[in-house]
């Protein structure tokens, strides 16, 4: 099931950026600096960067599904949240750094960063979602030991073990 989740977060991941760049299209040309024909399409035509943001959305959504999955992250606000933490702290101080030094417009920085953030979210909440929906584990250990499991003890997050369901259902090594 992990393969499934990494797959339908990374489309949309990339559905998420065809709509962002569709509807900042104009702004993002003329802070990119890219070339266009007469009607305003890029004068590359070539299919390669369309290739290469797949191959990167799945890179993405799978190093978050794993990083996700140590951290105990399994529900869609939680995704939400930690995909806004990678969008925004890891991704577009990287970008903004990159463009920085290729002085290129603080405009594309916010577009390029934007889509970033809000992309990372996009792919963090269906994570999130998708675990808690298919995780048959988890299902089976909130239908067995009720509401407990939707709110972990807080002696069971800082690391001490615990006993009963929510302990189990976050930390199974646990048992």
């Known amino acids: 099931?992990?393969?499934?989740?990494?797959i339908v977060a990374a489309v949309g991941g990339f559905a998420f950026g065809a709509a962002w760049y569709m509807a900042l299209s104009k702004q993002w040309v003329a802070a990119s600096g890219i070339e266009v024909d007469e009607n305003g399409r890029p004068t590359?035509?070539?299919?390669?960067?369309?290739?290469?943001?797949?191959?990167?959305?799945l890179l993405v959504a799978g190093m978050m599904r794993h990083t996700f999955a140590m951290s105990g992250i399994d529900t869609l606000a939680a995704g939400l949240v930690g995909g806004l933490?990678?969008?925004?702290?890891?991704?577009s101080?990287?970008?903004?750094?990159?463009?920085?030094y290729g002085d290129r417009p603080f405009n594309l920085t916010l577009?390029?960063?934007?889509?970033?953030?809000?992309?990372?979210?996009?792919?963090?909440?269906?994570?999130?979602?998708?675990?808690?929906?298919?995780?048959?584990?988890?299902?089976?250990r909130i239908v067995s030991c009720g509401i407990g499991c939707f709110f972990p003890r807080s002696s069971d997050i800082a690391?001490?073990?615990?006993?009963?369901?929510?302990?189990a259902a976050y930390f199974p090594s646990r048992q």
């Open 85 to 91: 933490g990678v969008g925004l702290f890891f991704i």
């Open 44 to 57: 590359n035509q070539s299919k390669t960067p369309f290739i290469l943001a797949g191959i990167a959305m």
């Open 111 to 140: 577009i390029d960063g934007g889509y970033a953030t809000f992309g990372c979210a996009v792919i963090g909440a269906i994570l999130g979602i998708v675990v808690f929906l298919i995780d048959p584990l988890r299902i089976s």
């Open 1 to 6: 099931m992990e393969i499934i989740s990494v």
């Open 93 to 100: 101080p990287w970008i903004m750094i990159n463009n920085a």
């Open 159 to 167: 690391g001490h073990s615990g006993t009963g369901c929510v302990s």
